[in-house]
């Protein structure tokens, strides 16, 4: 993508700074694993090109602090299977798996995608249980948005709104947790809760952990933005 950002040399030195480092493969997507102590919650960047979420999350398993972190490696969004391409964060159901697919791979036969279907049937499993906390426990995704996506998009899919920052619709907290949303609810950032989202199923994770019942969050911020997305996970972290 023009005009994005590069890894430097130093966010990959911090990626060596790391003792207990692992590689995670998984439905066609590869994760470095950085592991302080206890997976006490879980991270997660699952897009490549949200460069500054990746820059984030590396800064706080610098700190120590206990915690499980997977870094999707690649630094492009979509991730390809063979000939086809797929968004990462759109194959946790067949629903979405399928309708990602689609859109993205128009002249897509119907043996293909019936094979690649099948690939992520068989692969999607290993990937949620790496992914997912457990019970209690918190899974945060972090993403980066640009224009064209906000709090707006969200907010008709949503069970309940908490608009403390409406000048900043880039910005905002999505959880599963009704507990989880009356904590982030006080921040003073935008907070969605999205407990029992309505059809269609996207494929997205936080779908998936709303369906299975899992703690999740995303710090959604807007691309560039590194010091409101640092303080947004620093809240989170001081609060729940």
């Not at 995608?113 to 899974?139: N, S, T």
């Not at 900043?168 to 809760?193: G, I």
């Not at 029992?196 to 299975?212: I, N, Q, T, V």
């Amino acid at each position: 993508m023009s005009g994005t950002p590069r890894l430097s040399r130093r966010h990959f030195l911090l990626l060596g700074w790391f003792s207990r480092r692992r590689i995670l493969h998984a439905a066609g997507i590869r994760f470095q694993i950085l592991r302080n102590g206890e997976p006490v919650r879980k991270f997660v960047l699952i897009h490549g090109d949200e460069h500054t979420a990746r820059r984030v999350l590396l800064e706080r398993m610098r700190t120590r602090r206990p915690g499980w972190a997977f870094l999707v490696t690649q630094e492009e969004r979509l991730v390809r299977l063979g000939a086809l391409r797929f968004d990462p964060n759109r194959i946790f159901s067949r629903e979405g798996a399928e309708r990602n697919l689609r859109q993205l791979n128009p002249a897509v036969g119907e043996a293909d995608l019936r094979l690649a279907l099948q690939f992520f049937d068989r692969e999607r499993e290993k990937l949620v249980r790496a992914l997912l906390p457990d019970r209690e426990r918190l899974l945060v995704a972090l993403h980066n948005n640009r224009e064209g996506y906000s709090i707006g998009n969200e907010i008709p899919i949503s069970d309940r709104v908490a608009l403390n920052e409406p000048s900043c619709p880039h910005d905002f907290y999505l959880c599963t947790d009704p507990r989880d949303f009356e904590r982030l609810a006080a921040s003073p950032f935008n907070a969605l809760l999205q407990h029992r989202p309505p059809p269609p199923d996207d494929g997205s994770l936080s779908r998936l952990a709303a369906r299975r019942g899992a703690r999740y969050v995303n710090i959604e911020t807007k691309l560039g933005e590194e010091a409101k997305q640092r303080g947004m996970l620093q809240w989170l972290e001081d609060r729940l």
